[in-house]
C-alpha cells in the first residue's frame, strides 16, 4: 500500500513501509475490505514553522496527515471518507486543525468536497495549514 500510494503521488520513494513506521512515533489507519487493504492514512506530530497572510511566521505542532492512499479501483466509494472520519474520531480532532503534508491534488479536493477547506497560504515546508486552523472551535 506505501508503495502505491508513492506511486500514485508520483513520489521518488516510498514514504510509509513498516520500517519506517516502527521506528517512529506515526499511526497508521488501514481500511480493509475482507483480507485485503484498500486504503491507508498515515499521521504524527510535527513541528512547523507557517507563514500567514501578512508574512508573519508561528511555530506550531499539528496532528499532521502524512500519507493518504486509497486503490484506484475503490476510488469514490465512500472508503476514503470513511477511514478519514475514523482517523478524525481516534484522533479527538476536526479536519481543520490539522496540518497536511504536500497533499494532492485529489486530496485538496476531497478536503474541499466533504469539509469546505478551500483556503489557504502556500509554504515553503509543502505543508498545507487550512486558514480555519486558526479560528476557534
Known amino acids: 500500500m506505501g508503495a502505491a500510494s508513492s506511486k500514485a503521488q ?3 520513494q516510498v514514504i510509509t513501509s513498516s520500517m519506517k513506521l516502527f521506528n517512529s512515533e506515526n499511526k497508521l489507519y488501514v481500511k480493509t475490505e ?3 487493504a484498500i486504503g491507508l ?3 504524527g506530530k510535527r513541528n512547523l514553522f507557517i507563514r500567514n497572510d501578512f508574512g508573519s511566521i508561528k511555530e506550531i505542532k499539528p496532528v499532521c496527515v502524512l500519507d493518504f492512499y ?3 479501483s ?7 471518507k470513511a477511514l478519514f472520519e475514523y482517523m478524525l474520531r481516534q484522533e479527538g480532532l476536526s479536519p481543520q486543525k490539522l496540518a497536511y503534508d504536500k497533499p494532492s491534488e485529489k486530496l485538496v479536493a476531497f ?5 469546505g477547506l478551500k483556503k489557504y497560504v502556500p509554504q515553503n515546508n509543502n505543508f498545507v495549514v487550512f486558514d ?3 479560528q476557534p472551535t
Open 70 to 72: 486509497v486503490h484506484e
Open 41 to 43: 492514512l498515515k499521521t
Open 10 to 12: 508520483r513520489l521518488q
Open 34 to 36: 475482507g483480507k485485503a
Open 132 to 134: 480555519a486552523f486558526w
Open 111 to 115: 478536503l474541499g468536497k466533504h469539509y
Open 74 to 80: 475503490v476510488q469514490r466509494g465512500g472508503y476514503g
